[in-house]
């Protein structure tokens, strides 16, 4: 079963601003299998990307991904106000097994 | 437009079934193109997967919970279902469902999945 850790925890940063989400999985996993979800507090996870760096419909283009192997990054260009929120990344192959990492809460000051 | 609906009691008892409905509207669960998932998230943790199930009624459950957990559905209402077995406090949650997606890399052939429509949530809490 792929362990998927994100890091940081927590991430504060000024409107403006840029963030780099980090999530690495415990084996090599491929690049299609792997996805970012952003979930607003009380609201309802949102994909953001799916296969390592696609855009999902209607997501901003400050958003993007990228990595491969073991390691994976979220990147947010020019923070938003409503860019608060928890950030997951998510891995599913043919096993069907879908795992979650941790994931890293970004708050907007 | 898909939209997906989760309904069921908001309380359940310690030791008793948590049961709950997840209601596809914008598609049918039975063209074959998806699996369906259920999905929570506890207070102050993390997004857990418990299971998905395709149309045929084939399913697959997180190890953690597969001993408590059946997913089920009613193709002619368009909904699929949730059943957890003897509940505890550790089970209070928001549960989610969702349409899982894939896609495949053209150069490998290796396929991926995620999910990219999901329902609002519905809040269970464990308690007596």
């Known amino acids: 079963e792929v362990v998927l850790t994100q890091s940081p925890a927590t991430l504060s940063l000024s409107p403006g601003a840029g963030a780099t989400l980090s999530c690495r999985a415990s084996?090599?996993?491929?690049?299609?299998?792997l996805a970012w979800y952003q979930q607003r507090r009380g609201q309802a996870p949102r994909l953001l990307i799916y296969?390592?760096?696609s855009r999902a419909t209607g997501v901003p283009d400050r958003f993007s991904g990228s990595g491969s192997g073991t390691d994976f990054t979220l990147t947010i260009s020019g923070l938003q106000p409503e860019d608060s929120a928890m950030y997951y990344c998510?891995?599913?192959?043919?096993?069907?097994?879908?795992?979650f990492g941790g994931g890293t809460s970004v708050e907007i000051e | 437009q898909l939209h997906l609906q989760e309904s069921g009691p908001g309380l359940v008892k310690p030791l008793e079934t948590l049961s709950l409905t997840c209601t596809v509207s914008g598609d049918s669960i039975t063209t074959g193109s998806h699996w369906w998932g259920w999905f929570r998230r506890p207070p102050g943790k993390g997004l857990e997967w418990i299971g998905n199930?395709?149309?045929?009624?084939?399913?697959r459950y997180n190890p953690s919970l597969k001993s408590r957990v059946t997913i089920s559905l009613d193709t002619s209402k368009n909904q699929f279902f949730l059943r957890l077995t003897s509940v505890t406090a550790a089970d209070t949650a928001e549960y989610y469902c969702?349409?899982?997606?894939?896609?495949?890399?053209?150069?490998?052939?290796?396929?991926?999945?995620?999910?990219?429509?999901w329902g609002p949530g519905s809040l269970v809490t464990v308690s007596s």
């Open positions: 084996q090599s996993v491929r690049s299609v299998t």
């Open positions: 998510q891995q599913c192959d043919t096993s069907s097994l879908v795992t």
């Open positions: 199930i395709y149309f045929t009624g084939t399913t």
């Open positions: 969702a349409r899982r997606e894939s896609t495949n890399d053209f150069f490998s052939g290796y396929w991926g999945y995620y999910f990219d429509y």
């Open positions: 296969a390592t760096s």
